[in-house]
Structure formats: structure tokens, C-alpha cells
């Protein structure tokens, strides 16, 4: 089992930055993601990483402004996230999985909320 909690969501200006903080207790999976939910959209993914390799990946929406990492040593994955849009506001929630498709554990999420 792997349990995930996720914080660091808040408001923000359109512009400003946010960072997501992800701690994960339990097994380590080999890949840790971060999706986000908007009101009446399916959920989309963001980032993620390896544990094991520095391997990321990005959604394109989010390339050049958004940034994956990891502290092996506090079973943390970080979200730094800039130059925010509006249109990033969404529910963010951190994964845990065995491939970049497949993610069993999933966190209860934080809210991320950009006013123009």
C-alpha cells in the first residue's frame, strides 16, 4: 500500500507560482505523477517522474512552466509551478504507479485556483 498527501495548493494571481508538495509513505512506485482535475473536464496528467531515474515527462500545456522533482530521502515529489494561467485552476492530485499508464495509489488531492 502507498498512501499519498498532497499540499501547497492555494489562490494566486495569473503570473505568480505555486509549489505542490507530494509525501508518499509506503512501498516506493516506479513512476509518481501529477494529474489535475478542472470543474467539468476529465482528468488530465501534468508530470511525472521516476524514482529511480530522472526520467520526466510533461503535459505540453505545462512545458517550460512547470517543473517535476523528488527528494529520495523525504518520499517527496514536488510541483513547481510558474508564470500560472488561469486556466491551470484545477483539483491536483498526486499518483503513484507501476508505468506511465498504469497508477494504483492516488492522493485526495489539493486545489489550485489562478485569477486573471
Known amino acids: 500500500q502507498v498512501q499519498l498527501v498532497e499540499s501547497g495548493g492555494g489562490l494566486v494571481q495569473a503570473g505568480g507560482s505555486l509549489r505542490l508538495s507530494c509525501v508518499a509513505s509506503?512501498?516506493?512506485?516506479?513512476?509518481m505523477g501529477w494529474f489535475r482535475q478542472a470543474p467539468g473536464k476529465e482528468r488530465e496528467f501534468v508530470a511525472g517522474?521516476?524514482?529511480?531515474?530522472?526520467?520526466?515527462r510533461y503535459a505540453d500545456s505545462v512545458k517550460g512552466r512547470f517543473t517535476i522533482s523528488r527528494d529520495n530521502a523525504k518520499n517527496t515529489v514536488y510541483l513547481q509551478m510558474y508564470s500560472l494561467k488561469p486556466e491551470d485552476t484545477a483539483n491536483y492530485y498526486c499518483?503513484?504507479?507501476?508505468?506511465?499508464?498504469?497508477?494504483?495509489?492516488w492522493g485526495r488531492g489539493t486545489q489550485v485556483t489562478v485569477s486573471s
Open positions: 517522474s521516476t524514482w529511480s531515474e530522472i526520467i520526466t
Open positions: 509506503g512501498r516506493t512506485s516506479n513512476i
Open positions: 499518483a503513484a504507479g507501476r508505468t506511465w499508464t498504469q497508477y494504483d495509489y
